[in-house]
C-alpha cells in the first residue's frame, strides 16, 4: 500500500511511499482509507522526530470497511466508517479497534466525517466532565482551532453560554455564528466568571483562564500550543475575590482509546453529516499535497482543520 512514512531525510520529514499492509489483530477491522484529518498534536511529534523513521502515522480517517473483524464486533464488510487510533490514518489501509470505530451516514462527506474523532471526542468529553452546563458559562481557549470549534458548538448545543478566546479578530463573526455568545482575545478580558474552561493552549492563557473561574469551577488541560510554562503567582489557588473550590485536571484522549467510541463517533459523524457541527475545514486537497499542509498547519497559518484525500 502506499502511505505517508516518516523520513528524516526530507524537510517535512514525510514521504509518500510504499509500506506492508497492516495485518488486523481479531478485534480490528481492516479499513481503506478515503480522507484523514491533521491534528497539530501528531503533525508537530512527526515535524521534530518524537515519532521513529518508518513509522505511519495518523490519528482520525474516514473510510470503508474491506474485511471485518475476525470476532465479530465490528461492521460488516462494506461499511462506511469513521476511525479513531494511537497510528496508521496516514494511509490507503488501516487495522483499527472496532471499539474505535463509529459508522458513517449513507452520502455523507468523507472529508468532513475524518475531521470528527480527535477533536470532536475530546471537546464532547471534556464538556461532560463540567456536568450540567445548561445556563451556564463556559470558555474555550484557541476556540478557532479544530478542537475549539467543536467545543464552542457542542457546549452551545448543551445549552451554555459560550465564551470564546481567540486572538485573531477575524474570527469574531464566525465564533459568534458558531454559537459563541462572547469573543474576547484573552482569557484575562473575559466579562464575569465561567463555569468551566476546556483550555488548549497552556502558558499564560491557561493561568489568566484559571482565574477566570467562579466557585466550583473546573478547568479542563486538553494541551499546550503555546510551548510555555504555566508559571501561576503566588497565592495563585487562594480564594480570589470570594471565589474558591477552583480546580485543574488533564485530558488526553489517546489514553483513554481502550474505551467503547463506538456510539460518540457514530453521533458526532451523523451531527456533522445532518450540518449540525460544521467542522470548519479550511485546507483540503489530495495527499499527495501533504508538505503544504504541514507546514501550513505548524506554521499557525490554518484555522480550522486540514483535510488530505487519499487517492
Known amino acids: 500500500m502506499r502511505a505517508l512514512v516518516v523520513d528524516g531525510s526530507v524537510e517535512s520529514r514525510l514521504v509518500l511511499a510504499e509500506a506492508p499492509d497492516p495485518v488486523p489483530a481479531p478485534h480490528e477491522a481492516l479499513v481503506r482509507v478515503e480522507a484523514i484529518s491533521l491534528n497539530y498534536g501528531e503533525t508537530f511529534r512527526a515535524s521534530t522526530g518524537e515519532i521513529p523513521e518508518g513509522t505511519v502515522p495518523g490519528w482520525d480517517a474516514t473510510g470503508v470497511v474491506v474485511r471485518a473483524a475476525a470476532?465479530?464486533?465490528?461492521?460488516?464488510?462494506?461499511?462506511?466508517?469513521?476511525?479513531?487510533?494511537?497510528?496508521?490514518?496516514?494511509?490507503q489501509l488501516r487495522a483499527v479497534p472496532t471499539a474505535a470505530i463509529g459508522t458513517v451516514p449513507e452520502g455523507a462527506d468523507a472529508g468532513a466525517i475524518s475531521t470528527v474523532p480527535v477533536a470532536g471526542l475530546t471537546a464532547l468529553h471534556v464538556l461532560r466532565r463540567f456536568g450540567q452546563t445548561l445556563g451556564r458559562r463556559i470558555m474555550v481557549t484557541g476556540a478557532s482551532g479544530g478542537l475549539?470549534?467543536?467545543?464552542?458548538?457542542?457546549?452551545?448545543?448543551?445549552?451554555?453560554?459560550?465564551?470564546?478566546?481567540?486572538?485573531?479578530?477575524?474570527?469574531?463573526?464566525?465564533?459568534?455564528?458558531?454559537?459563541?455568545?462572547?469573543?474576547?482575545?484573552?482569557?484575562?478580558?473575559?466579562?464575569?466568571?465561567?463555569?468551566?474552561?476546556?483550555?488548549?493552549?497552556?502558558?499564560?492563557?491557561?493561568?489568566?483562564?484559571?482565574?477566570?473561574?467562579?466557585?466550583?469551577?473546573?478547568l479542563v488541560s486538553v494541551g499546550y500550543s503555546a510551548r510555555q510554562e504555566a508559571v501561576f503567582p503566588v497565592g495563585g489557588f487562594l480564594p480570589a475575590d470570594g471565589r474558591h473550590d477552583r480546580s485543574i485536571s488533564t485530558f488526553y484522549l489517546l489514553t483513554v482509546a481502550h474505551l467503547d467510541l463506538r456510539a460518540d463517533l457514530s453521533w458526532l459523524a451523523g451531527e456533522v453529516a445532518a450540518g449540525r457541527l460544521d467542522p470548519g475545514i479550511t485546507w483540503r486537497d489530495d495527499w499527495t499535497r501533504h508538505a503544504e499542509a504541514t507546514a501550513a498547519l505548524l506554521g499557525r497559518r490554518l484555522r480550522g482543520k486540514a483535510v488530505l484525500e487519499v487517492s
Do not use: C, Y
Open 148 to 218: 475549539g470549534r467543536f467545543a464552542v458548538q457542542l457546549a452551545t448545543l448543551a445549552g451554555a453560554e459560550v465564551v470564546a478566546v481567540s486572538s485573531d479578530p477575524a474570527q469574531v463573526p464566525v465564533l459568534e455564528s458558531l454559537g459563541a455568545r462572547e469573543v474576547i482575545k484573552h482569557p484575562a478580558e473575559v466579562s464575569r466568571p465561567v463555569h468551566g474552561v476546556l483550555e488548549t493552549v497552556g502558558g499564560e492563557q491557561m493561568v489568566a483562564a484559571f482565574g477566570a473561574l467562579a466557585t466550583g469551577g473546573h
Open 71 to 91: 470476532d465479530g464486533s465490528g461492521p460488516a464488510e462494506g461499511t462506511r466508517v469513521v476511525t479513531m487510533s494511537l497510528a496508521g490514518a496516514w494511509a
